[in-house]
């Protein structure tokens, strides 16, 4: 561990754990840690899982999904953003050629 990484407590399910974090990112691993423990939280809440371990891997699953689901929701804008470019552009072409026959 350099010697600018400093371990940081968090708070999850009650118990606390102390994550080595790099100056200037803790906010960031505070607010990841709360969220972590408002989903462990939801999900001990249903009542249908028990026991700390499977609460997390079904909370790591579930932000997973999540995550992977909105990478492909982004990466199916942005080939709508390119496809909407290029009409566009092809649009533009046609009405420049128009205009410079019109000139002729």
């Not at 079904?58 to 709508?80: C, H, V």
């Amino acid at each position: 561990m350099s010697k600018s990484v400093r371990p940081i407590a968090v708070q999850i399910l009650d118990k606390e754990y102390r994550v080595a974090c790099e100056p200037g990112e803790e906010a960031q691993l505070i607010t990841a840690a709360k969220f972590l423990d408002d989903r462990m939280r939801d999900i001990r809440g249903t009542g249908k899982v028990i026991g700390t371990d499977r609460i997390a891997v079904m909370a790591a699953l579930n932000i997973a999904n999540e995550l992977l689901a909105q990478k492909e929701r982004a990466s199916d804008d942005a080939a709508s953003v390119g496809t909407r470019v290029r009409d566009l552009r092809d649009r533009i072409e046609v009405a420049l050629n128009e205009s410079n026959q019109l000139e002729l």
